[in-house]
């Protein structure tokens, strides 16, 4: 079986959407909006100012996915990547999958010179993706984190 980790394309949106479906659910019990969710991957596909998924993608299959997006930091005249929306197929995880996403993350921003670090945020209750971000040198952080959303920006039912 061959795996590579590449940006996505248009062809991924289908399963990007699928995969964030899925997370939601999974990780929040969360039922995403369908038509919301798709409209905002392929946004993200056609804006690359706004940042970009990753896909791991085995024998030509969409198996995981991570999203790339940025961060202004003032005190580090740098952007921070933050990334979100990690998937990987529950038939593939514990494969390694995640570590390459990363890893190909990692690459791309030694490329890069304004790229300052790198940030995620992960569900309390959520100790297996703790130790894997653990694991791979990441540290939680003594922030937290605060939001409010418009009401009209309902994003699920």
Request: proline share 3%; charged share 30%; net charge negative.
């Given at each position: 079986?061959s795996?590579i980790i ?11 959407a699928d995969?964030?479906t899925?997370?939601?659910?999974e990780?929040?019990?969360?039922d ?5 969710i ?23 299959e ?11 930091s003032d005190?580090?005249n740098g952007l ?8 990987v ?5 514990r494969l390694?999958?995640f570590?390459e ?15 300052c670090g790198?940030r995620?945020y ?8 703790q130790?894997t ?14 939001e409010?959303s ?8």
């Amino acid at each position: 079986m061959s795996r590579i980790i590449r940006k996505a394309l248009c062809e991924d949106i289908p399963a990007l959407a699928d995969f964030n479906t899925a997370m939601a659910k999974e990780t929040e019990n969360i039922d995403l909006r369908p038509e919301l969710i798709r409209q905002g991957v392929e946004t993200l596909i056609a804006t690359p100012s706004l940042g970009f998924y990753l896909v791991a993608e085995e024998d030509g299959e969409p198996v995981g996915s991570l999203l790339v997006t940025t961060e202004w930091s003032d005190w580090r005249n740098g952007l921070f990547w933050w990334i979100q929306s990690v998937y990987v197929r529950e038939d593939r995880r514990r494969l390694g999958i995640f570590r390459e996403l990363y890893d190909k993350v990692r690459r791309l921003a030694e490329h890069d010179d304004t790229v300052c670090g790198f940030r995620l945020y992960v569900e309390r209750e959520n100790r297996t993706a703790q130790q894997t971000y653990q694991a791979l040198g990441m540290s939680e952080t003594h922030y937290r984190l605060f939001e409010q959303s418009k009401e009209a920006a309902a994003f699920f039912d």
